[in-house]
């Protein structure tokens, strides 16, 4: 299975009214579970913690701050638009209203961060909840999983939005900014969290893992542009 038609097994088994995720390529700090659990006691419906680095090496922290420059450890807590089930809870009541995991992507934690939010459900950023991951890819692997990642991303983002033809063409007239413009939030955000030096040694390697992620949303909207799906619906 994938992992979100995974997860969505274990939710039928699952008995208690508050569901947390992790990974196998995660380890997580003593306190983690308590704190995702008294976050949730304290009101939050959605709470996700921050996501720490396990592996050494220049492509291994490039690859971590590719993927959760947003949610590192030190990052002040708040809200966020999505939370990776790597290291995330979500009450069963809100799983109810939104749904179980879209299991054919493997963006399905975004579709249902998205969902929720839709229901009027803040996702919750609890930075003292704390994974630490694992990253072996090697760098042919990461640029080929970003490719594939962002032209999946994109998809399931424009059906979910309900994106208009004049926005997905300036969209894809602009993708070549999007780059840049990530690349600058990640700064903000490792300055902020203390990650800076990393985020400037790796900045060559994250500007390839963000430039595979482009062209593979660019190619996405040309894909489903052409797509039969999208000639019906309009």
């Given at each position: 299975l994938y992992p979100h038609a995974a997860r969505n097994v274990g939710i039928t088994h699952a008995q208690g009214s508050f569901i947390v995720w992790t990974d196998p390529d995660c380890i997580a700090s003593p306190t983690w579970l308590e704190t995702l659990v008294a976050c949730h006691l304290n009101g939050a419906d959605v709470v996700g913690g921050s996501h720490g680095l396990a592996s050494t090496g220049l492509l291994p922290t490039a690859i971590h701050l590719i993927k959760f420059y947003w949610i590192l450890p030190n990052l002040p807590s708040g809200?966020?638009?999505?939370?990776?089930?790597?290291?995330?809870?979500?009450?069963?009541?809100?799983?109810?209203?939104?749904?179980?995991?879209?299991?054919?992507?493997?963006?399905?934690?975004?579709v249902l961060a998205w969902e929720a939010g839709k229901l009027g459900f803040a996702l919750q950023?609890?930075?003292?909840?704390?994974?630490?991951?694992?990253?072996?890819?090697?760098?042919?692997?990461?640029?080929?999983?970003?490719?594939?990642?962002?032209?999946?991303?994109?998809?399931?983002?424009?059906?979910?939005?309900?994106?208009?033809?004049?926005?997905?063409?300036?969209?894809?007239?602009?993708?070549?900014?999007?780059?840049?413009?990530?690349?600058?939030?990640?700064?903000?955000?490792?300055?902020?969290?203390?990650?800076?030096?990393?985020?400037?040694?790796?900045?060559?390697?994250?500007?390839?893992?963000?430039?595979?992620?482009?062209?593979?949303?660019?190619?996405?909207?040309?894909?489903?542009?052409?797509?039969?799906?999208y000639r019906k619906s309009s």
């Open positions: 809200t966020r638009d999505i939370l990776p089930t790597a290291n995330v809870g979500y009450a069963r009541h809100v799983l109810e209203k939104t749904g179980e995991l879209k299991g054919s992507v493997f963006c399905g934690d975004a950023f609890s930075p003292s909840a704390i994974i630490q991951h694992h990253h072996d890819d090697t760098l042919k692997a990461m640029i080929a999983s970003r490719y594939a990642r962002g032209h999946e991303f994109i998809i399931e983002r424009i059906k979910f939005f309900d994106w208009s033809l004049p926005y997905m063409m300036v969209y894809l007239a602009l993708f070549w900014l999007q780059p840049i413009l990530v690349l600058l939030r990640a700064g903000k955000d490792t300055w902020r969290a203390g990650w800076f030096r990393d985020y400037l040694m790796t900045l060559p390697l994250q500007f390839l893992g963000h430039l595979a992620w482009t062209i593979g949303e660019a190619h996405g909207i040309i894909h489903y542009l052409l797509s039969n799906s």
